[in-house]
C-alpha cells in the first residue's frame, strides 16, 4: 500500500506542476496580448479558470495525502498519544465520508447532468462535465488516503498497545 500511496502523490504532484505551467503561461499570454496586441484572447480568461479550479480541488486531495491541510488540532494536544490516534482516525472517517458523499457521489451526479444536458462553455467549446470530473476524481484520491491513514494509525495503535 505504501508504494501505490507513494505512486499516487507522485502523480498528483507532476499534474499539479503541469496545471500551473499551463496557468502561468496561460494567464502571460492573456496579459500580453491585451497589453502589447490590443486584443485579449477570448479563451484564455476561461482556461485560466478551469485550470484554476482543476488546481485547487486536486491541491485539495494532494494536501489530504500529505495530511498538510488546514486543521485545528488543539484538541489534540492535550490527550494521550493513544487517544490522539483514536481522534485522528475519526478524523479521517469523517473526511472519508465527506469525500464519498459529497465529492463522489455529489460529482458524478454534477458531471452526469452537465454531460446529458449538454452543457458546454462559452469560449472553450468544451463540455462543462469534463471540468467538473476533478470533484469525483479527487474525492477518489481522498477516500484512498483516508484509508491509508486509517491503516497507520491502526498501525500505530497497535504498537502502543
Known amino acids: 500500500m505504501e508504494k501505490l500511496f507513494q505512486t499516487t502523490i507522485s502523480l498528483i504532484e507532476k499534474l499539479l506542476i503541469s496545471i500551473f505551467i499551463l496557468l502561468v503561461v496561460d494567464v502571460t499570454w492573456q496579459v500580453f496580448s491585451r497589453h502589447v496586441i490590443g486584443q485579449s484572447s477570448s479563451f484564455t480568461e476561461e482556461l485560466a479558470r478551469f485550470a484554476l479550479i482543476w488546481l485547487t480541488v486536486l491541491g485539495a486531495a494532494y494536501l489530504n495525502g500529505k495530511q498538510a491541510h488546514l486543521a485545528i488540532d ?51 467549446h468544451m463540455p462543462l462535465g469534463v471540468v467538473y470530473s476533478i470533484v469525483p476524481i479527487s474525492g477518489c484520491f481522498i477516500i484512498f488516503f483516508s484509508l491509508y491513514h486509517i491503516q497507520n494509525f491502526r498501525q500505530q495503535t497497535e504498537k502502543l498497545s
Do not use: D
Open 74 to 124: 488543539v484538541f489534540l494536544h492535550k490527550v494521550t498519544e493513544a487517544k490522539k490516534i483514536r481522534r485522528k482516525i475519526i478524523i479521517e472517517c469523517f473526511m472519508l465520508a465527506f469525500a464519498l458523499i459529497i465529492m463522489v457521489v455529489g460529482g458524478i451526479n454534477l458531471v452526469y447532468i452537465t454531460l446529458h444536458l449538454g452543457q458546454t462553455s462559452p469560449a472553450l
